[in-house]
């Protein structure tokens, strides 16, 4: 540090400042105190927006919370969540994830690796036209969805199903139909996304090593899976973990078709067990205690998939 | 630190949901009112008071009430501000602001199966029991017991919700049937055979998301969710056998088919009602409003008849629905609230106001035979005359509606699992699911 001719200049010229004009922000031009000035935006939001939040949601998950009238009523919160209700949340939303993480891993992977390709034209059209669902607002999505998957026989989706000679189908009033909603309007959403990720992850693959590939005589599908894969590792990790996270925290994907209460809950996810319970029912004691089951549920889940996944381990070992 | 415990969840809550999407709906929910009237903004040193709905005509209202009042009562003005916004939003926020301690309005609608939220624990409404109890011999008294606790009244109606029979005369005719001959459900499901061999067409549908269809006729004969001292009887005998009836009207007598939409209230519903597609409909009279604005073609074909019997001399209509208006312990006037309130929804001529400006049941029946009531208006036009003769015969039939704070949550069990499980998908039969949600909603149960 001291031999870097720049800091030292940048150091001379503060401490002349100092000297000639002393202040008492001038403190804040110290090597020691200027990187926490500039973080102190994401620590005080952090803080206030989601450390004391979380904090409280603990403290209240013991208790009974009524307009002037909070006790503490030990495990009693806990105790109630284990019913067929949150089970059925809980295997929605499990569902959910796992069609998500698989298809929104999948098929942008293969997405990405066509777009990279040289045989594909239009390269740019395709790129933007991926992307621009991630852009429109999921409310105004929804609508368009839930009206293409109508009940009546006209609606987009069951004339489709009818032209190849299926029954109309209720789509909104099945479980199985109900999860196809849901993860339908998920991937459609997020493929650009990802997509962008893993073509940006292309792009860091030595080509040297496709060209070694090609004079040992590999075909495309083994230069795929042993030159391509490898290099998309550590980015797959990072698309599986945000898509883990993102599919325990579903809510808009169930309120868009059916506000907050499905037929039979067969949209029910657990931020919308939260909801229903804890505002719509005014159990805030509740609903803050689901919350904190369903937060060790996402780290449970992220750190076994990256312990397995090896994101732990250090990538030159 | 109280005060922003509930605030807190929220954003928690918010945190959870909203970021997992990218964070860019939560604004979408947030915000501004579906719609706003503001009444005496001219008025020097005239009262603020504000006023939450969620029904845009219930503005109308309160605006015509708040004109009114400030003519007749020049020393003490009042500056109405009425908004109203999204049924959920509403009443979440309404929740939330009483919750924290901030916020709230000075007068707020509460639609009757959210009310038993806003009595648990201290409750933060003003008892209106000062302007309640002098006119309570002249009202239909159990639609004020729905909106009260302890033996305060906290709720201020709009109306009775006699439940009764919509037919479409076209399609009976056509059929044959003379509706006046339909005395018991019995005779309701052979006429019902009839109509479907006729014409082709349902004698009537069936809501399997909301209760509009199950829940008329469990109170109908005298049963609930909860008996007088708040115990679960959710699954009774009467409410099991209830609950078969409607089944076996959709899949053994096949008279009834399931609402398109699942509700009463849905689009599609009011499309195919429009279009003839059944040729009756159990609702409340407050129901009357939505055939004018959304089922025009039918003008002059319906006619209303009080519900069929389960055994002879047996109640022929239930309460149903309703919104209580509030007082909240928020408003810095609470008095001046209070009057207004009264003044708007207590007085005879209020109760007058109730049935021209909005179509509705008004709850003082010594009302219903006043001359102004039988003045010609489109209700009339569409409905035939007579409402208010037929209203009186049965206003004693309206069985008390016990309901406790864990209400809402058995009517949400039945709504999301119970109609769906019996009605549409058949997996369980009445009983198995009746039993389940009562179990459901012991196991939620705080106390």
């Known amino acids: ?317 | 630190m109280k005060k922003l415990t509930g605030f807190m969840l929220l954003i928690f809550v918010m945190l959870l949901a909203a970021c997992g999407g990218g964070g860019d709906t939560a604004s979408s929910s947030a915000g501004e009112a579906d719609a706003a009237v503001s009444v005496g903004d001219d008025i020097e040193g005239a009262t603020e008071l504000s006023f939450w709905t969620f029904n845009e005509q219930h503005m109308d209202l309160f605006e015509d009430s708040a004109k009114q009042w400030n003519e007749e009562n020049p020393d003490k003005p009042i500056k109405l501000n009425a908004q109203t916004y999204p049924f959920d939003q509403m009443h979440n926020n309404l929740s939330l602001a009483l919750q924290s301690g901030t916020g709230a309005p000075d007068l707020a609608d509460i639609e009757i199966r959210q009310f038993s939220n806003f009595l648990k624990g201290d409750v933060q409404l003003e008892a209106m029991n000062e302007y309640v109890e002098p006119e309570l011999d002249k009202n239909v008294e159990a639609r004020f017991d729905l909106y009260a606790k302890d033996d305060n009244y906290y709720g201020i109606p709009y109306h009775v919700g006699a439940t009764v029979m919509y037919y479409n005369q076209e399609i009976m005719d056509e059929a044959g049937v003379d509706i006046d001959s339909i005395v018991t459900w019995d005779d309701y499901i052979e006429a019902g055979k009839q109509v479907v061999e006729k014409t082709g067409k349902s004698m009537t549908t069936v809501e399997t998301t909301e209760q509009f269809t199950l829940f008329p006729l469990i109170s109908q004969r005298g049963s609930n969710y909860f008996d007088e001292n708040g115990e679960i009887i959710m699954d009774n005998e009467v409410n099991v056998e209830t609950l078969q009836f409607v089944q076996d009207m959709i899949y053994k007598h096949e008279i009834a088919v399931a609402a398109p939409g699942g509700k009463h209230h849905a689009e599609e519903y009011y499309g195919f009602m429009n279009n003839g597609g059944a040729a009756s409909l159990m609702m409340p009279i407050w129901y009357m409003g939505r055939f004018i604005d959304y089922m025009p073609d039918l003008e002059g074909k319906m006619q209303i008849r009080p519900l069929p019997v389960w055994e002879e001399g047996g109640n022929r209509t239930a309460g149903i629905g309703g919104t209580g208006t509030v007082v909240t312990n928020q408003s810095e006037s609470p008095d001046l609230a209070k009057e207004f309130l009264a003044y708007t929804k207590l007085t005879e001529e209020a109760n007058v106001k109730l049935w021209t400006v909005l179509g509705f049941d008004p709850p003082r029946f010594d009302v219903w035979d006043n001359e102004e009531m039988k003045a010609d208006n489109k209700y009339y036009s569409y409905f035939h005359d007579g409402i208010f003769d037929m209203l009186s015969e049965i206003r004693e039939e309206i069985a008390p509606i016990y309901y406790t704070p864990d209400y809402s949550s058995a009517q949400h069990e039945v709504e999301s699992t119970v109609l769906y499980n019996v009605l549409v998908q058949q997996k369980k039969t009445p009983q198995e699911a009746l039993t389940e949600a009562a179990e459901a909603v012991k196991s939620k149960q705080t106390d």
């Open chain 1, 1 to 317: 540090m001291v031999n870097d001719p720049i800091t030292n200049k940048l150091e001379e010229a503060s401490s002349d400042r100092v000297y000639k004009k002393p202040s008492k922000l001038a403190f804040l031009n110290s090597k020691k105190v200027a990187p926490y000035v500039f973080i102190s935006p994401f620590i005080i939001s952090f803080l206030i927006l989601t450390l004391y939040p979380t904090i409280q949601a603990f403290i209240m998950s013991f208790q009974r919370v009524l307009p002037g009238n909070v006790e503490f009523i030990g495990l009693s919160n806990y105790e109630r969540i284990f019913n067929p209700t949150f089970f059925l949340a809980l295997k929605n939303t499990t569902l959910y994830v796992i069609f998500t993480v698989v298809i929104l891993v999948v098929i942008p992977i293969l997405l990405a690796v066509f777009l990279d390709s040289k045989l594909v034209r239009f390269k740019t059209i395709f790129r933007a036209s991926l992307f621009i669902p991630s852009l429109t607002s999921i409310i105004v999505a929804g609508t368009i969805f839930r009206m293409m998957f109508g009940e009546s026989d006209t609606a987009v989706a069951n004339q489709v199903v009818t032209f190849f000679g299926l029954e109309a189908i209720d789509w909104r009033y099945n479980s199985w139909s109900a999860m196809f909603l849901m993860v339908t309007l998920a991937s459609w959403r997020w493929m650009g996304v990802n997509v962008l990720y893993f073509l940006a992850a292309l792009q860091s693959v030595p080509k040297e090593l496709y060209e070694s590939a090609d004079i040992d005589g590999a075909n495309v599908f083994k230069k795929f899976r042993y030159v391509t894969l490898p290099f998309l590792k550590p980015i797959t990790i990072f698309v599986v973990t945000i898509s883990i996270i993102n599919g325990f925290r579903m809510f808009e994907e169930s309120f868009v078709f059916w506000e907050t209460s499905s037929p039979g809950n067969i949209g029910l996810s657990v931020i919308g067990y939260i909801y229903q319970e804890g505002i719509q029912q005014n159990d805030m004691g509740f609903g803050a205690a689901i919350g904190i089951v369903l937060m060790l549920i996402i780290f449970a889940v992220s750190f076994i998939q990256l312990i397995l996944t090896g994101a732990f381990k250090r990538s030159d070992e």
